[in-house]
């Protein structure tokens, strides 16, 4: 018999990693190309995943967004050890069984203002000049680093930017270096029919939900025809605890959950 040939793993585009505009996921829902179902690519998982918070700009030091801080680091705290994470496990696999995890701490970091818009390089070579810098914890197996912008920035990756066409998304520096952008949900796009908070609470749970079971897009559990785990059930939210998080797609119940 011949020898079966392993597949090249290789990262999925850009369009997989996001969340998608609110009107747009809606449309999308509707005409799935097919039944749902993740398979596992071989790739790395989160099994203790531990957040990091960044929140970079001059924006972060005024009220509102300066009271928003200590919310969003209160949602990780308790969010990471909660039943969203424990639903989670049945993603499992033998090298990373998916666990509670942990938020790490925290920075603002209000010098070099990104502008009234970055790019996913730019936002990387901030990511790697922190961690350089010593600024935010250096990597391990597990880091995730959530970095949130202040109002008025756009974000642009690839050639899609936020507010027109996503709303958040994960990516990863090579094999070891995961993150996670945050804009700020400043258009009916990016906030639905959502309070701002309540927007940024369930599309960071997307990307977290994401970044665990695929840290780099397309190579950990992923659906060639729907996505991430979080794409299928885009903008669907329930509460855990006081918090709004995003429905996100089980194999096992075969709906959003």
């Avoid at 925290?106 to 009234?116: M, W």
């Amino acid at each position: 018999m011949a020898k079966r040939k392993t597949p090249r793993l290789v990262a999925q585009p850009d369009a997989v990693r996001i969340v998608p505009l609110h009107g747009y996921a809606s449309q999308q829902h509707l005409v799935a190309a097919a039944p749902a179902k993740l398979t596992y690519r071989k790739g790395p998982l989160l099994k203790a995943v531990e957040v990091f918070t960044i929140f970079w700009g001059n924006g972060w030091k005024t009220k509102p967004q300066s009271e928003t801080i200590a919310k969003l680091n209160g949602f990780f705290d308790f969010i990471l050890a909660s039943p969203l994470v424990d639903q989670l496990s049945e993603y499992n696999t033998g090298a990373f069984p998916i666990g509670h995890g942990r938020r790490t701490g925290s920075a603002t970091i209000p010098t070099g203002s990104p502008g009234t818009s970055v790019t996913d390089s730019a936002l990387q070579a901030f990511l790697k000049q922190q961690i350089a810098a010593a600024k935010v914890p250096k990597t391990t197996a597990n880091t995730l680093y959530f970095i949130y912008l202040p109002p008025g920035v756009r974000v642009v990756m690839g050639g899609s930017s936020s507010c027109q066409a996503f709303c958040g998304y994960h990516n990863a520096i090579g094999s070891r270096v995961f993150y996670a952008v945050m804009p700020y949900p400043g258009c009916a796009g990016c906030a639905g029919e959502l309070a701002i908070f309540d927007a940024l609470t369930s599309t960071s749970s997307h990307e977290l939900c994401e970044a665990i079971t695929d840290p780099i897009p397309g190579l950990g559990w992923y659906d060639d025809a729907n996505g991430e785990i979080g794409d299928i059930c885009a903008w669907q939210t329930k509460k855990v605890g006081a918090y709004t998080v995003q429905l996100e797609w089980s194999n096992k119940a075969s709906a959003c959950v």
